[in-house]
């Protein structure tokens, strides 16, 4: 009997959503537990080139193993974790018990429920202006705000 070549799935696809934006899709690798086929969905801006650079670079990342998936983490999620794991062992311990104080008292508070990869510059910037007008924080405390954010971003990014 003649072997038979198995058919590939398409490892990805674009479709269109709306005039200026596309949806890339993605197969994953099946589920571990369930064995069950997984889909991840991102959308892109622009021209169909750009969703298809967006697909190609998150193949190569695939097969590279690099890729991470989109989590749905809540950014005061990832700020105590970042806290704990990092800030904890790799800052001073006056400046650990800063950073916990100020993301607990003031940066949870306000931007904590944003999920993490839906967090924008512009939420950020509303955040310090409105401590400042508020006027019950100085500006030496919203500079310190901002290196927890800053710095706990950059690790995220990473």
Sequence with gaps: MPHRPTRRRPRGHIRQRGENSWSVVITMPPDAATGKRRQ?????HGERRDAERELTRLLAELDVGTYVEP????????LRKWLEDYARHNTRPKS??????LSERHIIPALGSTPLPELRPPAIQSFYAAKLTEGRLSPQTVRHCH????????????
Excluded: D, P, Q
Aim: charged residues 25%; hydrophobic residues 40%.
């Design 40 to 44: 991840k969905w991102h959308t892109v």
């Design 71 to 78: 989590a749905r983490m809540s950014f005061a999620e990832y």
């Design 96 to 101: 650990y018990e800063l950073y916990r104080y």
């Design 147 to 158: 290196t927890v954010i800053r710095e706990s971003l950059g690790h995220a990014v990473k």
